[in-house]
T-cell receptor, first 109, second 117 residues
Framework: LAKTTQPISMDSYEGQEVNITCSHN???????ITWYQQFPSQGPRFIIQ???TKVTNEVASLFIPADRKSSTLSLPRVSLSDTAVYYC??????????FGDGTTLTVKP | DTGVSQDPRHKITKRGQNVTFRCDPI?????LYWYRQTLGQGPEFLTY????????KSRLLSDRFSAERPKGSFSTLEIQRTEQGDSAMYLC???????????????FGPGTRLLVL
């Protein structure tokens, strides 16, 4: 499974766009990249998933360059409620996912 | 779609007691996962089922831990002779791998927080 590396923490202000980058240098050909959001005392919540190029949904965008060794989660116009831990992981169709320690995003007023 | 549910949400027990947690996955999902999460860490994989078959177990899952999914629907995770180090959030997730490449998205429940005194 792909080992991922993310910044431990990031700060932002309300209304700004936030980009969180994840490195996954040993990602396998059949690995997808998935991002989760987790609030305290809750289970992780699926945000977005992609394989290559760009994926966008109502919550976020995910940018994956051609070499797939990194990915960037983009959160447009964050609010205080986006303060959470964000996990990036590479997962295959083989089952378990390996979470790192995530990025703690703090959005300030 | 009611999502993944877990019961109980909180459990306090004394060291040496046995505890059992239940997970109800999203109804059509055939895969079910158990993770453990301690404060400040990401979730750690424990085990997973495809239908009723337990396909993989982590080395974290000592002999005191056992999981079942008897009819391929809900699952239980039992911890025998609990230790203080078992205190954690226990998370359940489910998924339905989809063709053509059977990539999957895991959907998590709210977790069961265990405190062993």
């Amino acid at each position: 499974l792909a080992k991922t590396t993310q910044p431990i923490s990031m700060d932002s202000y309300e209304g700004q766009e936030v980009n969180i980058t994840c490195s996954h240098n040993n990602i396998a050909t059949n690995d997808y990249i998935t991002w989760y959001q987790q609030f305290p005392s809750q289970g992780p919540r699926f945000i977005i998933q992609g394989y290559k190029t760009k994926v966008t949904n109502e919550v976020a965008s995910l940018f994956i360059p051609a070499d797939r060794k990194s990915s960037t989660l983009s959160l447009p116009r964050v609010s205080l409620s986006d303060t959470a831990v964000y996990y990036c992981l590479g997962n295959t169709n083989a089952g378990k996912s390996t979470f790192g320690d995530g990025t703690t995003l703090t959005v300030k007023p | 779609d009611t999502g993944v549910s877990q019961d109980p949400r909180h459990k306090i027990t004394k060291r040496g007691q046995n505890v059992t947690f239940r997970c109800d996955p999203i109804s059509e999902h055939n895969r079910l996962y158990w993770y453990r999460q301690t404060l400040g860490q990401g979730p750690e994989f424990l085990t997973y089922f495809q239908n009723e078959a337990q396909l993989e177990k982590s080395r974290l899952l000592s002999d005191r831990f056992s999981a079942e999914r008897p009819k391929g629907s809900f699952s239980t995770l039992e911890i025998q002779r609990t230790e203080q180090g078992d205190s954690a959030m226990y998370l359940c997730a489910s998924s339905l791998p989809r063709p053509p490449d059977f990539q999957e998205t895991q959907y998590f429940g709210p977790g069961t927080r265990l405190l062993v005194l």
